[in-house]
């Protein structure tokens, strides 16, 4: 079974950080791209970040220089550093095993002006 978990989420004034975290197991996760969404209110889910199995990296025009996304093939777990957060980066994000139709629960980000 198929499984990712993410944490990180939380509240954070404008120009703050977070890290987000995603877990994953039931996958041999080194094999797998993987994607991290938002979703705000009222608004379509959008791809913020990207990276391949190789650690090759694609990011949103909105987030470019404020947020990396990495992984940990040895933890099974793909990362999403924040900086520099906006109140327009509001959202529930998720992760997903890129491709794949695997999501996670999604991680509440919410960031006060």
């Known amino acids: 079974q198929v499984q990712l978990v993410e944490s990180g989420g939380g509240l954070v004034q404008a120009g703050g950080s977070l890290r987000l975290s995603c877990a994953v197991s039931g996958v041999i996760f080194r094999f797998y791209g993987m994607d991290w969404y938002r979703q705000a209110p009222g608004k379509q889910r959008e791809l913020v970040a990207a990276?391949?199995?190789?650690?090759?990296?694609n990011y949103a025009d909105s987030v470019k220089g404020r947020f990396t996304i990495s992984r940990d093939n040895a933890k099974n777990t793909v990362y999403l550093q924040m900086n520099t957060l906006k109140p327009e980066d509001t959202a529930v994000y998720y992760c997903?095993?890129?491709?794949?139709?695997?999501w996670g629960q999604g991680t509440q980000v919410t960031v006060s002006s």
């Open positions: 997903t095993v890129a491709t794949s139709g695997y």
């Open positions: 990276i391949g199995s190789g650690g090759s990296t």
